[in-house]
């Protein structure tokens, strides 16, 4: 399983870009852009922190899914 998530359609709706999300949730911009592409998977204080900032639930924007699963959502 690998971990999968929505931030990059999340944060679009709210119009900021990386660098202005980064700063909201305490992160570089880098980080961010690399939580996207799912290059790295963030600690559980940052994921809840990345909800946070966006107003949904971790799991909104986390989810588990396989290598070429599209979205899975079953636990």
Do not use: W
């Not at 119009?15 to 939580?35: M, P, W």
């Not at 922190?49 to 966006?54: D, E, Q, W």
């Amino acid at each position: 399983m690998v971990l999968k998530n929505r931030l990059k359609a999340y944060r679009a709706e709210l119009g900021l870009n990386q660098q202005e999300f980064g700063k909201r949730a305490g992160v570089s911009r880098q980080t961010i852009s690399l939580i996207e592409r799912g290059d790295y998977s963030p600690s559980v204080t940052l994921a809840l922190k990345i909800a946070g900032v966006l107003n949904v639930c971790v799991e909104d924007v986390f989810y588990l899914g396989g290598k070429d699963d599209e979205e899975t959502k079953h636990f």
